[in-house]
């Protein structure tokens, strides 16, 4: 499973060891200790049958981003993107479920979730994947008929991938202007046991895009393209992996 490991002292207290894998990809980590030793463990592939043409084998969780008391942009039509988001997520997840996907939602009503708990919900069902679905907004000063479009934002590089695809379909699938993929460090990009990354659908102050975002035909399309992005990135990826050893310490 490990190539090398190398070490260095970066400073007083300050120690960084850095472990290569023998395997170009990545589907997840995290570190913590028993009693003084240092535990590393290295998350295997998701039990996807690939020959079966499902996702049967693949936990994903979807977080409909703010929610409650955090109602995220407002739209230039009065709408809240909590509401906007959540409409898509239970579109995403039903996508997913058409493809045999189990789905754990961070919310499935209009209620707050700390992003902590969100977090935490993700780690606890063992995810293979998090994606949390936003629209955008920019902030005073910034024309929104300049910027506007789909866009995606990633932390760990083994997210990197995933969140570059998603956006490309999006782009194509819902015809919306390319925003980009982004590194950020943000709270529900941050987590590293599982491919995570946030999708920004869309922008909630720009009249043509909220115009889209409300419609439900929108939503349903956009949730199939998230979906079908998740199905293309766990193929190519399992078809190009060879087998792993299971989690390990």
């Not at 996702?55 to 509401?83: F, N, Q, R, T, Y």
């Not at 460090?185 to 922008?203: D, K, Q, T, Y």
Request: hydrophobic content about 35%.
């Amino acid at each position: 499973l490990v190539d090398y490991v190398s070490w260095k002292q970066k400073g007083d207290q300050h120690y960084e060891l850095t472990l290569q894998l023998k395997s170009k990809d990545q589907w997840g980590f995290y570190a913590d200790y028993e009693d003084n030793k240092l535990v590393l463990h290295v998350k295997s592939a998701p039990a996807v049958d690939i020959s079966s043409g499902s996702l049967k084998g693949l936990i994903i969780c979807v977080d409909p981003g703010h929610g409650g008391k955090e109602i995220g942009s407002i739209g230039c039509s009065g709408m809240k993107e909590a509401s906007v988001n959540l409409a898509l997520g239970k579109r995403f997840k039903e996508a997913l479920e058409a493809l045999g996907a189990t789905v754990i939602m961070t919310r499935e009503a209009e209620q707050f979730v700390s992003l902590q708990d969100r977090v935490d919900m993700a780690i606890a069902s063992h995810a293979d994947m998090l994606v949390s679905v936003h629209n955008n907004a920019l902030p005073d000063g910034r024309d929104p008929w300049k910027e506007h479009g789909s866009s995606s934002y990633w932390y760990h590089t083994q997210s990197l991938p995933f969140a570059r695809l998603a956006r490309e379909r999006l782009v194509i699938d819902g015809g919306l202007k390319d925003y980009g993929t982004r590194y950020q460090n943000l709270a529900l990009c941050r987590p590293s046991n599982m491919i995570a990354c946030l999708m920004e659908v869309g922008f909630m102050i720009n009249p043509d895009e909220m115009s889209k975002l409300a419609n439900p035909q929108f939503q349903s399309s956009s949730g199939k393209s998230l979906a079908n992005s998740v199905k293309a990135y766990i193929y190519q990826k399992l078809m190009s992996t060879p087998a792993q050893a299971t989690e390990s310490g």
